[in-house]
């Protein structure tokens, strides 16, 4: 399958500060990556829809301007958690469709904790 | 709105036995239902997928049955292993769109 890979794995950071996750297909293009959020338990909640060369679409309820998506190029796409604060730590996953286009294939995940 | 639910919640089975996961889907555009493995700490896997256009599909000791009718799917892992342990995921996605719908999530665990 195709792989999938996020930067960092695990990352901690004071409140107020910025945090920037990246996001890499490794063996393929993608012009779509999703980033998700994941509480402990919990099911994936999609945030927004990274595309090459446009904006983002965010999901209702999702700040755009705390949670900026940049889709650099048809392999990178970053998600910079601003002016974090302690609810925002949770476990972020991004994924990209590659196949046929159905197929999603998910990255290792990074865990972000704000202190 | 669209909607996956996914049962149970927690199962847990004896080694050797076989594992069940249901879901049921609301948007009957859906075309296309993934399930996904996660182990702790890390990202979901796909392990096994199924078109709207196949009735059932089997990779090894995993297969996934569909009932468009009914809009059901199933996930069935036979010979259960220890490290068959995890969350399992199934999802549901529509024709043309980019959304994939997750249900809740079944917390499996074998018994060596």
């Known amino acids: 399958g195709a792989v999938v890979s996020q930067h960092p794995s695990r990352v901690i950071c004071k409140s107020g500060t910025s945090v920037k996750i990246e996001c890499r297909s490794l063996?393929?293009?993608?012009?779509?990556m999703f980033w998700y959020r994941q509480f402990p338990k919990q099911s994936l909640m999609l945030m927004a829809t990274?595309?090459?060369?446009?904006?983002?679409?965010?999901e209702q309820g999702v700040e755009k301007d705390k949670f900026l998506i940049n889709h650099a190029s048809l392999t990178l796409s970053t998600l910079t958690v601003t002016s974090a604060h302690p609810e925002d730590s949770s476990f972020y996953i991004c994924?990209?469709?590659?196949?046929?286009?159905?197929?999603?294939?998910f990255g290792p995940g990074t865990r972000l904790t704000v202190t | 709105g669209e909607n996956v639910e996914q049962h149970p919640s927690t199962l847990s089975v004896q080694e050797g036995d076989s594992a069940v996961i249901k879901c049921t889907y609301s948007?009957?555009?859906?075309?296309?239902f993934p399930w996904y493995k996660q182990e702790l700490g890390k990202g979901p896997q796909l392990i096994i997928d199924?078109?709207?256009?196949?009735g059932e599909k089997k990779d090894q000791r995993i297969a996934v049955t569909l009932n468009k009718t009914a809009k059901h799917f199933s996930l069935h892992i036979t010979e259960t292993q220890p490290e068959d342990s995890a969350v399992y995921f199934c999802?549901?996605?529509?024709?043309?769109?980019?959304?994939?719908?997750f249900g809740a999530g079944t917390r499996l665990f074998v018994k060596a």
């Open positions: 990274s595309n090459e060369g446009s904006k983002a679409t965010y």
């Open positions: 994924s990209a469709p590659a196949g046929t286009g159905y197929e999603q294939y």
């Open positions: 948007d009957s555009a859906s075309n296309y």
């Open positions: 063996d393929f293009q993608a012009t779509t």
């Open positions: 199924i078109r709207s256009n196949v």
């Open positions: 999802a549901a996605r529509s024709t043309g769109g980019f959304k994939t719908i």
